[in-house]
């Protein structure tokens, strides 16, 4: 999603095809490659499950989603017109490192730090173009307050974990943009 937002922001940088290319390298990367990845896991009977309710269930298809978002990020970052690309997915895969560094503490909110890194994105995007709207962001803003809600309500996370899924969805982000002078 995070991607789509980039790419229609900044349209006028890139041709429809390349924007199309560029999210189906994302889509593999940070979607099917780690998805297969866990499906593998899980018929292995490397994890229990896929709901990965447990910190042990979470620690390879982590790290291999971690590795498989990094090396998206170095595909985005060969797009010079657009670093905004690269930042962001290095930024969600330094998310993941900050998640595996926890977990044998406590087991961070996944669904909460992609939300926080999203808005985040959003809240970027709508200050320097058309594409993101206000609107969007307030739907965005009561999305990331419902899936935050829950995961407490369901019982898979306490609310200190969520708050620290927030934290590390956005701080990488909004450092990363930082150093860059992105923000």
Known sequence: MGVFMITQTYSYYLPYELQKRLLLIV?????????????????LGYIESLLMKNARDRRAPFIMGGIFFYFTAQLMRGVEAIPLL????????????????????????????????????SVVLASRGDFVTPSFVAILVALWGLIGWARIE???????????GYLSGSLPLLVFLWMNSLI
Request: proline share 2%.
């Open 27 to 43: 889509i593999a990367g940070t979607y099917i490659l780690p998805l297969l990845v866990s499906l593998a896991l899980w018929k």
């Open 86 to 121: 690269y930042i962001f997915i290095l930024a969600a895969a330094t998310t993941i490192l900050i998640q595996l560094i926890f977990l044998r503490q406590t087991k961070i909110s996944a669904h909460s730090a992609g939300m926080s890194g999203l808005l985040s994105l």
């Open 154 to 164: 369901l019982e898979a996370h306490s609310l200190q974990e969520v708050i620290l």
